[in-house]
């Protein structure tokens, strides 16, 4: 086995950091790539493959598009106008990750609860799921508008939960009211069991994500939130510094108005944005990303293409589906 390929790249914060590798037996050529590898290095070789993304069991990255895509998931829509300017398996449904917290933050701010009052993080709000780290211990006290910040902005799992649990009525009732919202903007594909995105049962389309987009776009707060470049919170005494899972915002090529990135394997790396390109406002979707900047690549060529004009270098100004159209959900 090639030293690469023992050696998984280090995760992002998007949803599922993993926990520590102690404990865990290695093969016997993980440990040699472990030896070898610089300290930096070390810690991160975990596992020899990383799991197949759902999309990737599907077969969907075999869909070409004109924009080699890594992404076998794609959706560019005119936020004004709805016109498509780009589609790629965009009725597939697949796990999403953290862009589930979206519609955390939605069923938050329109219930109308004090972003002032304190909420508690308890051991329920530890993930037993993918076994995700966090820095908010147990006891950690942040008030919701805090709490929503961290969710949006550095996609924290824990605070995420917090969130759903201080819901009135507790998590269950949460989970509803987000599937009811779900159901309210036309989102008939879209499906969630917790507001994290750990669980790879919260499955959506492109194209429901993109309405959950344009509606998460019309208020502000979310909006300011999830497009925070970092954000300071004092968890007792201690000042901890969160920065932006998305580094596109702090990039002078690109204006945008709301984001959230997501991550599991089941899932692969994912992004939604609202941005502005070539006087256009456009919300982008992108789904099941095989690489770990891979999503931001597909967002870079994508920009370049609307802002060289489209139609250009010979791409349709919407790329085909591939014949793949709607994906049945996979059980996890």
């Excluded at 975990?46 to 993304?53: F, K, L």
């Excluded at 969907?60 to 004004?80: C, E």
């Excluded at 004090?114 to 037993?128: A, H, K, R």
């Excluded at 779900?182 to 309405?211: I, K």
Aim: aromatic letters at 2%; a positive charge.
């Amino acid at each position: 086995m090639a030293l690469a390929a023992a050696i998984a790249l280090p995760m992002d914060a998007d949803a599922a950091k993993k926990g520590s590798s102690k404990g865990r037996k290695l093969s016997k050529a993980a440990a040699v790539a472990r030896a070898v590898a610089p300290p930096t290095a070390r810690r991160a070789v975990i596992v020899e493959a990383a799991r197949p993304s759902f999309g990737q069991l599907a077969g969907l990255h075999g869909t070409a598009d004109p924009l080699d895509l890594k992404s076998s998931v794609a959706l560019v829509m005119d936020q004004d106008t709805n016109e498509v300017l780009l589609a790629k398996n965009s009725g597939a449904v697949l796990p999403i990750a953290s862009i589930t917290k979206l519609m955390t933050a939605l069923v938050v701010v329109e219930a109308g609860q004090s972003l002032d009052e304190v909420l508690t993080i308890t051991q329920d709000d530890v993930d037993t799921e993918k076994h995700s780290r966090s820095r908010l211990v147990v006891g950690a006290q942040l008030t919701r508008g805090e709490m929503l910040h961290l969710a949006l902005m550095a996609s924290e799992n824990r605070a995420a939960n917090a969130l759903g649990r201080h819901h009135p009525g507790g998590l269950p009732v949460f989970v509803a009211a987000m599937n009811r919202k779900a159901m309210e903007l036309g989102m008939r594909d879209t499906h969630y069991v917790e507001p994290t995105g750990l669980s790879s049962r919260n499955q959506a389309s492109a194209h429901d994500l993109a309405l959950l987009v344009k509606s998460a776009y019309q208020h502000q707060l979310i909006r300011e939130l999830s497009v925070s470049p970092e954000h300071q919170v004092a968890v007792g005494s201690r000042q901890l510094q969160f920065r932006n899972t998305n580094g596109l915002v702090r990039s002078r090529s690109w204006d945008i108005g709301l984001q959230k990135t997501g991550y599991i394997s089941e899932a692969g790396r994912c992004v939604v944005m609202q941005t502005q390109l070539a006087g256009r406002k456009l919300i982008m979707v992108l789904l099941d990303s095989a690489g770990k900047y891979s999503r931001i690549g597909d967002a870079e060529r994508i920009r370049k293409w609307v802002e060289g004009g489209v139609p250009s270098a010979g791409v349709p100004p919407v790329l085909p589906l591939g014949g793949a159209g709607l994906v049945p959900k996979v059980a996890s």
